[in-house]
């Protein structure tokens, strides 16, 4: 027995908007983490008879020197003023690690080596006096039959002991062969336009920071988002003093952007003597009767947090490194959260918030390479007033995180609710 199938009305598939209209609402929305779209700028360089434009540079650029990505394609047009006389145009990429240290001496590594002829008299015939080029940056380098990724252009010189000088660079040299004239058509001259160019590839963190960046109102809704660090203030050898616990609270992800802001909390434990001798606010004993009272000029106690750069490099099987501070944390201090007036209460907590960020001179996110390793580490260092009579010992602490060049969601791309 055969039963006929009802009819069905197709209707047409409704338009979609990123964005709600009148009388929608958005139920949910995802931030896209993607990447911008592609730059459309230009850059030109002049020489006498030679225009070299590069295409898909950024508009805002001020450097004035091609930037390039991950992935990128080097491309251009090259303006030539003489094209009759060109015999040859070639196009050669070049990058070089150079690296040297007072302690182990000194190495210069090539990275990139790749030459192609873009324009060929004798195959191609006469050159257009306009002539396009396009050549993919490499990815990877091949060294001591190890494959390891590009390291983005880095220069720093430290100074001190040992005197530390790092420098990754990348060159396109373009190298025109012309007719010297039109009698003496056996004899050429080549000119070669150097010009640098700038490797800075993009790199995001895993996930979202937490976007309220005070420790209070999230630790109990997320307490997953923080990372604890325990250390303890040490005392001198025979000192009637309790040690001062600290606690150090980074969010977990260890993974921040160049530009923006990384949270923390600072809470110090401890008794009430103690920390009157962290603060240099314990009286003072008085001198014996007629002794002549000593001058003791007071300094207050130190609470810092910083952001630490470790350039590690390695010649001749000589490892050397130096540390340079690449960022200064702003403290606050916060009110205690409940008011007690017991005078010999056990123990008693002081707390400090605030946000460190890098300086806007660094650019460059954290990267290894074969005999380059360049690190980066939040550090809050304790140092107790009257440090040379204190008790208490100063100390630091290092946590190693990870830099990058671009936050999670670009403020471009995320929702206008979002913002």
């Not at 040297?100 to 000194?106: E, K, L, P, T, Y």
């Amino acid at each position: 027995m055969s039963v006929a199938l009802p009819a069905y009305a197709f209707s047409p598939t409704p338009s979609y908007a990123s964005l709600p209209r009148t009388g929608d609402s958005t139920v949910e929305y995802t931030p896209r983490a993607g990447a911008a779209g592609p730059t459309s700028g230009t850059l030109t360089k002049n020489w006498r008879g030679v225009t070299i434009i590069f295409k898909n540079q950024e508009e805002s650029s001020q450097s004035g020197i091609p930037t390039y990505g991950r992935n990128a394609i080097i491309c251009g047009e090259i303006g030539l003023e003489n094209p009759e006389a060109v015999l040859t145009i070639c196009l050669k990429l070049q990058g070089r690690i150079d690296l040297s240290s007072s302690d182990c001496g000194q190495i210069e590594q090539t990275i990139v080596d790749e030459q192609h002829v873009l324009w060929d008299r004798a195959k191609s015939g006469r050159c257009p006096s306009v002539v396009g080029f396009a050549l993919a940056f490499p990815t990877t380098y091949k060294d001591e039959d190890k494959l390891y990724r590009i390291p983005p252009s880095f220069e720093t010189v430290i100074l001190g002991s040992p005197l530390l000088a790092v420098k990754c660079a990348y060159k396109l040299r373009i190298t025109i062969t012309k007719t010297s004239g039109r009698l003496s058509l056996f004899k050429t001259t080549s000119k070669t336009y150097p010009i640098p160019l700038a490797f800075k590839p993009r790199t995001r963190p895993a996930r979202p920071i937490i976007q309220d960046l005070s420790f209070i109102s999230t630790l109990k809704a997320a307490p997953d988002e923080w990372h604890q660090m325990l250390v303890t203030i040490p005392t001198k050898e025979k000192a009637e003093v309790e040690p001062i616990s600290c606690h150090f609270l980074i969010p977990s992800i260890a993974t921040f952007c160049l530009s923006q802001p990384i949270p923390f909390h600072i809470q110090l434990c401890g008794s009430r003597d103690s920390l009157q001798l962290f603060y240099g606010s314990a009286p003072v004993e008085a001198p014996p009767p007629g002794s002549k009272r000593p001058r003791r000029r007071q300094y207050a106690a130190i609470v810092r947090v910083y952001v630490a750069r470790q350039v590690y490099i390695e010649v001749h099987g000589k490892s050397s490194w130096r540390t340079i501070v690449v960022g200064e944390g702003a403290l606050r201090p916060l009110p205690p959260t409940a008011y007690t007036d017991d005078a010999d209460a056990r123990e008693v907590s002081v707390d400090w918030e605030g946000e460190v960020r890098c300086k806007d001179d660094v650019t460059c996110a954290s990267f290894s390479a074969n005999h380059l390793v360049v690190k980066d580490f939040i550090i809050f260092a304790l140092t107790p007033a009257n440090v040379r009579s204190s008790p208490l010992l100063p100390i630091q602490h290092a946590h190693p995180i990870r830099l990058v060049t671009d936050g999670w969601t670009e403020q471009d791309l995320a929702h206008p609710e979002d913002r």
